[in-house]
């Protein structure tokens, strides 16, 4: 009968180094560096891969949230030049609108209708309580 034994666990180290060693012969049995680089020592390219591909989506991450922040900040500086047009343009009609509101202005626009502010002043009128 056969002897029972315990199966040793592979080390993470072991893994990790087979996915590094993987992915840097896709690429180069893909795009074909050694040519380019030599092999060994002289193939610090294909040894830093990971390193280079992570820097490279750090800088585009980075550009792209420098954009965000540049059109955020035009959209910001355009909704102020908005609010401050509606701001002047709010003070302006509500001085037209109280001075439209006052006995003068009304004179003005209603004596084409014929109608006139009286020359004599009001008169008072009393009733008595017991009539």
């Given at each position: 009968?056969?002897?029972?034994?315990?199966?040793?666990?592979?080390?993470?180290?072991?893994?990790?180094?087979?996915?590094?060693?993987?992915?840097?012969?896709?690429?180069?049995?893909?795009?074909?560096?050694?040519?380019l680089f030599?092999?060994?020592?002289?193939?610090?390219?294909?040894?830093?891969?990971?390193?280079?591909?992570?820097?490279t989506?750090?800088m585009?991450?980075?550009?792209?949230?420098?954009?965000?922040?540049?059109?955020l900040?035009?959209?910001?500086?355009?909704?102020?030049?908005s609010?401050?047009?509606?701001?002047?343009?709010?003070?302006?009609?509500?001085?037209?609108?109280?001075?439209?509101?006052?006995?003068?202005?009304?004179?003005?626009?209603?004596?084409?209708?014929?109608?006139?502010?009286?020359?004599?002043?009001?008169?008072?009128?009393?009733?008595?309580?017991?009539?």
């Amino acid at each position: 009968m056969a002897k029972n034994t315990y199966r040793t666990p592979k080390v993470k180290a072991e893994i990790r180094q087979k996915r590094k060693s993987r992915l840097r012969m896709f690429i180069d049995n893909v795009i074909g560096f050694d040519h380019l680089f030599g092999e060994g020592d002289n193939a610090w390219p294909i040894r830093n891969i990971e390193r280079i591909l992570w820097i490279t989506v750090l800088m585009t991450v980075y550009v792209g949230l420098n954009h965000n922040a540049e059109r955020l900040v035009r959209q910001i500086q355009q909704t102020k030049t908005s609010v401050d047009e509606l701001r002047a343009k709010y003070t302006t009609l509500e001085a037209d609108f109280m001075k439209s509101g006052k006995q003068s202005e009304l004179s003005k626009r209603v004596a084409p209708l014929g109608l006139t502010d009286g020359q004599t002043p009001p008169r008072k009128i009393i009733v008595k309580s017991d009539e």
